[in-house]
């Protein structure tokens, strides 16, 4: 019972739960709890019983070492049905948080009182799950059916005042918790007030209009394409209404139990898990510590520079956006400002904390502002000339141990670090657009950059809310070579017979959030032309190739900005084009190909298997440290279905011997460009799973 210490304070027992960092509902927390709840219940003198959390929160969940395992006794449930049978008040006392069966435990108590500033949440619906222990039907009959929609299916935390307004919390602490709470346990006992009454709390759920949850789905339908968790949270909230709070709990933990042994669940807790062990940075020796980074400096004004300077100042960092043109100094700030002000506007962000974050922000167009910054990024023109230009006068600035991030997608790290006196300073920081609201962040080190460089930069990384994934210096690093893979081969496809929206319609189908061409068209197709354009004299001869994205631009069509690019535009609502579906076939006969229609299913194997076996190279090159941080990347950086897992774990899951085989016939049907990697080769051979 260590994890959980008993206690009495007069006629009032204190159960504090002491299970460090974040007092997760582990089997020795659950056994002590039990134990806490019977000793209370046969103690005469107990009058009432608080649960407390001792450290920083009250419980943030289940333990993630239990995902997965057998359910061991005591469980959840049993402590559930322990405290709704016991006839003492039992009250609890929230700080910090009290997440999934963190706040289904505070619910199962008869009574909350709550900290200021602690939040409350069912986050269940992030791993592909969904409450399972009561909490869709507390929170149906004490906060009523629109608020159990909302929270349930977001899986976002509500702050305890807002909570309390709601009915979820009885009680806001003034002052010390456990004294409030021993006060407000007095109170109860004196007064004889024990558990609600439920069916009291139950009566008005039947007149609830069964349109509300029609709309709340139409409402969602496109967020939820695919998912099942959120849908069936719905269904079991709205049949609920009609049922008892047993019957309603009954029809809540068979849906949990689908969720639980769906592939969506096990691909989602994959990604839980694997976005954790992303941060941990292989042969990094432990004694190594991250430098502070207390201000930065970003260079290049344009929509990227200035997300970035957002990103930092979210952060607390101080921040020098600079710009050799003061009109494009200008516009950057001009963007922040109506970026903030979009949030403010919003009601994300107070105007109060608006303003003190976009103060953080300073204009520049001198190098020598940056003489000072912990941090200097680059993030200018996507050209190997103007990047060493910009590091060049960099190393003339910045001050010794400063580290200096480039922000390129796909050029050579080492080649850039060669432009200063200090390559071991020097690291890829590539971000993605809009970079104040992307999670991803791939960070790439070079042949020289330091220990101290890279653990700086993750942990930077971490403060700025980001992801980051470790990725070796190769040209396109992980996500960019995997995505000119699968592109290329895309692009075989409209020569061979397909268009680009049914390859779109294919990979939306599949779970993307969007499709590969209308992606061009949002980026910008004379972007990516000029990458093109400059890997042109790397291409083998014979090699195949194809002319539609250059055709394309070549009629001056860069996609949405211009309003033609794959697709026509007006605003942001795409058309397919017959002028584009003319280019292409005409593009296929200069090249000699009779075209033929193409089958969904073998547009989106053939996409597929092309990520596979380029993340097999990657990994097989140490480019990745993991198959999973490449899951990762995908998921959260290239709009892959996070419940499918992201390309290496939906392999895993598909079976790496069909992919194998089908990369096989790819090659024997297309040519080499399919050679299969050598490491899909071992694993569909072996243990059919990526190595660990």
């Not at 019977?38 to 333990?63: N, S």
């Not at 260079?299 to 956006?321: D, P, Y």
């Amino acid at each position: 019972m260590d994890n959980v210490t008993y206690a009495c304070q007069g006629e009032i027992a204190i159960a504090t739960i002491d299970n460090p960092p974040v007092n997760a509902l582990s089997l020795g927390v659950r056994a002590g709890l039990m134990d806490a709840i019977e000793r209370a219940g046969a103690d005469p003198g107990v009058k009432a019983l608080v649960i407390i959390g001792g450290g920083k929160t009250f419980v943030a969940g289940a333990d993630i070492n239990d995902f997965g395992k057998p359910y061991a006794e005591p469980s959840l449930y049993t402590i559930i049905d322990a405290l709704a049978a016991c006839a003492k008040p039992v009250v609890a006392a929230i700080h910090g948080m009290a997440l999934g069966g963190g706040l289904e435990l505070a619910l199962a108590c008869h009574w909350r009182i709550a900290a200021p500033g602690a939040k409350i949440g069912q986050p269940e619906v992030k791993l592909g799950l969904m409450p399972g222990g009561h909490g869709t039907q507390w929170w149906l009959r004490l906060a009523g059916p629109e608020a159990a929609l909302e929270v349930a299916t977001s899986g976002n935390p509500v702050g305890v005042e807002a909570a309390h307004k709601m009915g979820m919390v009885d009680k806001l602490a003034d002052g010390d918790l456990l004294a409030g709470a021993l006060e407000f346990a007095r109170q109860l006992a004196a007064e004889g007030r024990g558990k609600r009454d439920i069916d009291a709390l139950s009566a008005g759920l039947k007149n609830v209009d069964s349109q509300l949850f029609a709309d709340f789905r139409k409402k969602n339908e496109r967020k939820w394409r695919g998912l099942l968790a959120p849908q069936k949270i719905v269904d079991c909230l709205e049949a609920s209404c009609h049922l008892t709070f047993q019957q309603g709990a009954a029809l809540e933990k068979a849906a949990f139990q689908e969720c639980e042994r769906s592939p969506q669940s096990r691909a989602l807790i994959h990604l839980f898990f694997a976005e954790r062990e992303a941060a941990k940075v292989a042969g990094l020796s432990p004694t190594i510590k991250a430098a502070p980074v207390a201000s930065a400096g970003v260079i290049g004004a344009g929509t990227m520079g200035s997300g970035i300077a957002m990103a930092l100042a979210n952060a607390g960092i101080a921040v020098t956006l600079l710009d050799l043109s003061e009109a494009a100094v200008s516009r950057g700030m001009e963007a922040i400002r109506k970026n903030y002000a979009t949030s403010v506007a919003r009601g994300s962000l107070s105007p109060a904390a608006a303003d003190k974050t976009q103060a953080l922000i300073t204009a520049s167009s001198s190098y020598a502002d940056l003489a000072a910054a912990d941090l200097i990024i680059e993030a200018v023109f996507e050209d190997m000339a103007v990047k060493e230009e910009v590091f060049r006068q960099l190393d003339a600035v910045a001050k010794p141990g400063a580290i200096l991030g480039t922000n390129t997608s796909t050029l050579d790290i080492d080649r850039i670090a060669a432009a200063t006196a200090r390559p071991e300073s020097v690291i890829g920081m590539h971000f993605f657009s809009p970079a104040n609201v992307m999670k991803l962040l791939e960070i790439v080190r070079g042949a020289k950059t330091s220990d101290t460089v890279i653990a700086t930069t993750m942990a930077t990384a971490r403060k700025l809310g980001k992801i980051a994934v470790l990725a070796g210096n190769a040209e396109g690093f992980i996500g960019n070579r995997i995505l000119g893979a699968y592109g290329d081969q895309a692009d075989f496809l409209l020569d061979e017979g397909a268009l680009p929206w049914q390859i779109d319609r294919v990979l939306q189908d599949f779970g993307f959030a969007m499709g590969l061409y209308a992606m061009r068209d949002m980026a910008g197709l004379d972007v990516i032309w000029r990458i093109r354009q400059q890997q042109a004299a790397k291409r083998l001869p014979g090699e195949r190739y194809s002319p539609i994205a250059d055709r394309i631009c070549e009629q001056g069509w860069f996609g949405q900005k211009s309003g033609r690019g794959y697709y026509r535009y007006e605003g942001r609502a795409a058309t397919p084009d017959p002028e584009i579906e003319a280019l292409i076939e005409a593009a296929s006969a200069q090249l000699g190909i009779t075209r033929k229609p193409i089958a969904d299913e073998e547009a989106l194997m053939r996409i597929l298997c092309a990520m596979v076996n380029e993340g097999a190279r990657i990994l097989d090159e140490g480019v990745a440290q993991r198959a999973s941080d490449i899951d990762v990347v995908y998921a959260y950086g290239y709009g892959f279905p996070a419940y499918r897992g992201g390309p290496m774990f939906w392999a895993e899951q598909y079976g790496l011997d069909k992919i194998y085989e089908a990369v096989c016939a790819y090659q024997r049907a297309h040519g080499d460009w399919w050679r299969p990697s050598a490491l899909l080769a071992a694993a569909a051979k072996g243990k059919k799973r990526w190595p660990d």
